[in-house]
C-alpha cells in the first residue's frame, strides 16, 4: 500500500494587507519541507499530518510527503505559492499511489481562487478519479461543494482552540484505511447555512458551539465516521465564507444526510448566540484597573485581550491601539505578545541588550481594505532581551510543533515588556513567554493578540479576560469590512 501524504494550510483574511509568498509557507527555509524534511518536522506532532504520519506508519504503508507547506493567517496566497505547493501534490500523486491523505486548512483563498482547498482536489481527481482521498480540516473551512464531491472523507475539528487536529487527522485517516482495506465505504452529505458567526463567539468552552461539537462526537460515537461543524471564517470575502456541516457514514448516504441537516438545523436555530458585541476600550481599560485593584495576592494576571489584531485571523499583529490604551491608563507590571515590527528588532539588536533606544514601534502596515492608515507610536524603552524566537510548542495545541518569531526582542516601556516579533506568531503557548524571557503568571496584566486560542495554553494562569476592542482587520465590526461578494441574504449581515 503506497499513500501520499500532504499538508497545504493556510487560513486567508481577504481584509488583510499581509503578503503570502511561498517563503511565507517555508518557516525559515527557502521553501516549505518536502520528504524526510517533512516527516521530521511532523512525526510525533499534535498535527493532523502526525496523525498520518503515525496511521501510515502503524499499517506498514509506504508513503511519501512531497510537501508540508503551513502558514500563517494573511492575505491572498500568491498565485506562485499555491502553484509550487499544489503542483508539488499533483506531481506525487501522479507518480502513483493507494490513496492521499490531506492536512489542509479549508479556508484558503488565493489571487486566483476563492476555494483553494476545493480547486487543489479537482486538480488530484483530474489525474487519480477513483482514489481516496481522506481530509482533515480546521474549524475555520469555508466550505464550498468542490471539497465535498472531490474528497472521500472530511473531517473537521471539534475543538476551538484546536487541541485536537491529531484526533481529526486520525478520523480522516482511518475512514481511508478503512475503504482500502474493503472494511468501509465512507458516504458524505454537506451543506451550508447563511450565517456568518463571530470568531468571537466561537470557542468551544462556550455555548452554542460546544453543545454543535458534542452533537457530533454523540454522532461519531453513533457511528458516523466523522460528523464535523465547521464555524467558518467570516474575515473573508467570498461566496461561500460561513457556517457548514459534513458527515461521513459507512455506506448511508440517508443518514449522512440526516445528521448533516440535524446540525444545520441545530447551528441555525443558536444563530443569535454567535453574535459579538465589544465593550468600548476606553471601558475595558477601566474595568482592568478595576479587575486589579481587587485582585488577591499571588492569583494570576488579568488577561487583555486585542483581538482585532490577531495574527493568527491574518492581523498584521502590529496596531497599537491596545497597547497605546494600556501605556495611556498607566497600566504597568505587564508584558504585551506580541508587536510585529522586525525593523525594531534590528534597530534594538544595533542597540544591544541594556540600550535605552527611542522607536517608532508598530504601525507599519496600512490597512486600505477597512480604511486605515498603520499608526506607529514613538515609544522610549529599554532592551531587556534579544534572541532568535525559536521554540516548540508545549502545551496541548501544536505540541511539539517548531514556532519560528524570527529575531525577537522584549523593550521595557512603562513598566510593560513589550515582545517584539519578526514573523506573525500568534500567543497560545507558555513556551512563546518562556524564550522570551517572562513569566506571565507573575505579572499583573499580560496583552495578548489573540481571540481564542490563547486558551489552549494560558488561559489556566488567568485571573480575569478582558475583550478589548482595538484596531486591525480582524475587526469585530462587520459593517466595517463591508463584505461584497459573500452570499446574500446572512446573517447578520441580513435580519434573517
Ligand atoms: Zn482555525
Given at each position: 500500500m503506497k499513500l501520499v501524504i500532504a499538508q497545504m494550510k493556510h487560513e486567508t483574511n481577504?481584509?488583510?494587507?499581509v503578503p503570502t509568498p511561498l517563503a511565507r509557507f517555508a518557516r525559515g527555509n527557502d521553501t516549505p519541507p518536502e520528504g524526510d524534511a517533512a516527516v521530521a518536522a511532523y512525526r510525533?506532532?499534535?498535527?493532523a499530518i502526525g496523525a498520518f504520519i503515525a496511521l501510515a506508519e502503524a499499517a506498514g504503508a509506504s508513503y511519501t510527503i512531497p510537501i508540508a507547506a503551513s502558514a500563517a493567517p494573511s492575505g491572498p496566497v500568491e498565485d506562485a505559492a499555491y502553484e509550487h505547493i499544489a503542483g508539488r501534490i499533483v506531481e506525487a500523486v501522479r507518480g502513483g499511489c493507494d490513496a492521499v491523505l490531506l492536512d489542509l486548512h479549508g479556508a484558503m483563498v488565493t489571487r486566483t481562487f476563492d476555494d483553494g482547498e476545493g480547486e487543489l482536489l479537482r486538480r488530484i481527481r483530474a489525474v487519480a478519479p477513483a482514489i481516496p482521498i481522506g481530509v482533515a480540516l480546521d474549524m475555520h473551512t469555508n466550505l464550498y461543494d468542490a471539497m465535498g464531491e472531490h474528497a472521500s472523507a472530511i473531517a473537521g475539528y471539534h475543538t476551538y482552540p484546536h487541541v485536537d487536529m491529531h484526533e481529526t487527522g486520525l478520523r480522516a485517516g482511518r475512514a481511508v484505511l478503512a475503504q482500502l482495506a474493503g472494511k468501509a465505504k465512507p458516504t458524505m452529505a454537506w451543506g451550508r447555512q447563511p450565517m456568518l458567526p463571530h470568531v468571537m463567539r466561537q470557542g468551544t468552552d462556550d455555548a452554542p458551539n460546544r453543545e454543535l461539537q458534542a452533537r457530533c462526537r454523540e454522532m461519531e460515537a453513533q457511528g458516523a465516521l466523522a460528523a464535523s461543524v465547521f464555524v467558518g471564517f467570516p474575515n473573508a470575502d467570498i461566496e461561500c465564507a460561513g457556517l457548514s456541516a459534513v458527515v461521513v457514514t459507512d455506506n448511508d448516504a440517508a443518514l449522512a444526510r440526516r445528521w448533516c441537516d440535524e446540525l444545520l438545523e441545530r447551528a441555525w436555530s443558536a444563530r443569535a448566540q454567535f453574535v459579538y458585541k465589544p465593550e468600548p476600550l476606553a471601558q475595558s481599560m477601566q474595568r482592568a484597573r478595576a479587575l486589579a485593584a481587587d485582585k488577591p495576592a499571588g492569583s494570576g494576571p488579568i488577561v487583555l485581550l486585542d483581538h482585532s489584531d490577531n495574527c493568527a485571523s491574518g492581523g498584521t499583529m502590529d496596531t497599537m491601539t491596545v497597547l497605546g490604551a494600556m501605556l495611556d491608563a498607566g497600566l504597568n507590571d505587564a508584558a504585551a505578545f506580541?508587536?510585529?515590527d522586525p525593523q525594531a528588532v534590528q534597530r534594538m539588536m544595533a542597540a544591544g541588550v541594556g540600550a535605552e533606544v527611542t522607536l517608532s514601534l508598530?504601525?507599519?502596515?496600512?490597512?486600505p481594505s477597512i480604511h486605515l492608515k498603520g499608526e506607529p507610536r514613538t515609544v522610549r524603552g529599554k532592551v531587556k532581551l534579544l534572541c532568535d524566537g525559536r521554540h516548540r510548542n508545549v502545551g496541548a495545541m501544536g505540541r511539539g510543533e517548531l514556532q519560528t518569531m524570527g529575531p525577537s526582542a522584549v523593550l521595557e516601556v512603562q513598566g510593560i515588556d513589550v515582545v517584539v516579533i519578526s514573523n506573525h506568531v500568534e500567543p497560545h503557548d507558555l513556551a512563546a513567554f518562556t524564550a522570551v524571557g517572562i513569566a506571565p503568571q507573575h505579572k499583573t496584566f499580560v496583552m495578548l493578540k489573540s481571540r481564542v486560542h490563547w486558551r489552549a495554553g494560558l488561559k489556566s494562569l488567568a485571573h480575569a479576560v478582558v475583550e478589548c476592542n482595538g484596531t486591525g482587520?480582524?475587526?469585530?465590526d462587520y459593517a466595517a469590512l463591508n463584505h461584497r461578494r459573500v452570499r446574500r441574504p446572512i446573517y447578520p449581515l441580513d435580519s434573517l
Open positions: 481577504t481584509f488583510s494587507p510525533g506532532t499534535g498535527s506580541a508587536i510585529y508598530g504601525g507599519k502596515f496600512d490597512m482587520v480582524c475587526t469585530s
